[in-house]
Every structure is written in structure tokens, then in C-alpha cells.
């Protein structure tokens, strides 16, 4: 079993992950919305790469997390954070924003093979100066063909929508894939092996 920490997600998918593994977590809420600014900027920036975009999510939300902690007066524990991407071309596909976003997407993706990668950050160590530990999964989805009947019932479905790229590897969408080469956790949304070896080497967890 692990020590406690702070996962700096509301996605209830790594919650999920985090369970089966074994480690103990609270969830650490960082400001994501209006009226007052996002702690963290999760625009794309102009000419950022897929790769570079994870990373930089992922590492700014572990780092303000961990400053968050101390503002708040918090018991001091590790802060985990991850970002997920889906890319195809060279362009990130984020959350749909409606119905017809959705349908683009999966239009998109419909035959062929896609990147999703995943970028998980540990920060952890002392607040005025904590340590930032990193990983990454990256892996290769291909879709089967998809024809319009069922774009249109998987977007009525709901499930497409807070999710990156569009669909969800662990519901509905599970019909869609023909192959997957990496990691099912890291398309899911946190890469179990790389996070368990980012925790055990920190010291933080005894996991099998």
C-alpha cells in the first residue's frame, strides 16, 4: 500500500487507475475556470507539438499543485499530475465542444491509426523547492472504419464529451479500436507502469 497523496486531477478515470494500483489519494482541485484565471493554461500555444503540450500541462499542474499545498496550508504530500493527448497529423484533438466536434473527430480518426500520449509529473520534496519527477506513454490506436449510424449513436451516447480525442478507450468506443500498441491505462489516461515506477523511485509507494 502507498502513502497518501494528492492526485491534481477531476478526472475520475485516474482515480480509477490509481485504485487498482493501490495508492491512496485525495483529489487536489486547481482553478479551471472563469470568473478569475485557470491555474494552469491548457490552450495549445502556437507551434506546440502534441509532445511538447503534455509536458507542459502535465509538469505546470504537478508544480502548481504543489504550491497550491503550501498556500493552503495543507499536510505535505506528493502531488501527482498528467495530461492526455490525442494527435493525428500532427493535431491535437482536445475535448469536443459539442455534438458536431464530436462527429469531426471521429470522422477523423475513422481507418486509421492515431497518437494518444499521456505525460504524468510527480512533484514531491520540500514545499519551497520540491522535486519534479516525469514519465511518458505514448501509443499508437487504429480505428476501424466508422460509418455515419454510428458516429451519430456514439455522439448521442454523451460519453465523447469531457474526454480528449473524443471518445473513451474504456466504454463505448472499445468497439471502434482495431489495434492498440502501448499502454491501455496511458490511452485511458494515466500509464500505470510509468506512474508506479515514478512513485516507487520517489519512495513513496510499496507496490507489488
Known amino acids: 500500500m502507498s502513502d497518501l497523496i494528492y492526485l491534481a486531477s477531476r ?17 487536489l482541485l486547481l482553478r479551471a475556470q472563469s470568473p478569475r484565471q485557470p491555474d494552469v493554461d491548457e490552450t495549445p500555444h502556437a507551434g506546440e507539438s502534441p509532445a511538447g503540450y503534455a509536458a507542459r500541462v502535465a509538469t505546470e499542474k504537478a508544480r502548481v499543485g504543489a504550491q497550491v499545498v503550501a498556500m ?11 495530461d492526455t493527448v ?9 475535448k469536443p465542444a459539442d455534438r458536431d466536434e464530436a462527429a469531426a473527430f471521429l470522422r477523423r480518426l475513422a481507418g486509421r491509426t ?13 514545499a519551497a523547492q520540491p522535486q519534479l519527477a516525469t514519465a ?12 455515419e449510424r454510428q458516429i451519430a449513436r456514439y455522439c448521442a451516447s454523451g460519453e ?14 472499445a468497439s471502434f479500436i482495431a489495434h492498440l500498441e502501448g499502454s491501455y491505462s496511458g490511452v485511458m489516461g494515466l500509464p500505470l507502469f510509468e506512474t508506479a515506477q515514478l512513485l516507487r523511485q520517489a519512495g513513496i509507494a510499496e507496490l507489488p
Request: aromatic share 6%; no cysteine; proline share 8%.
Open 160 to 173: 465523447p464529451y469531457d474526454k480528449a480525442g473524443g471518445y473513451a478507450i474504456q466504454g463505448l468506443a
Open 136 to 147: 511518458e506513454s505514448v501509443s499508437a490506436v487504429r480505428f476501424a472504419p466508422l460509418d
Open 72 to 82: 493552503r496550508g495543507l499536510p505535505l504530500r506528493p502531488v501527482l499530475a498528467a
Open 11 to 27: 478526472s475520475p478515470r485516474r482515480r480509477e487507475l490509481l485504485r487498482q494500483i493501490g495508492v491512496r489519494h485525495e483529489v
Open 86 to 94: 490525442v494527435s493525428i497529423d500532427g493535431h491535437i484533438l482536445g
Open 114 to 126: 492515431h497518437e494518444v500520449r499521456t505525460f504524468v509529473a510527480l512533484a514531491h520534496g520540500p
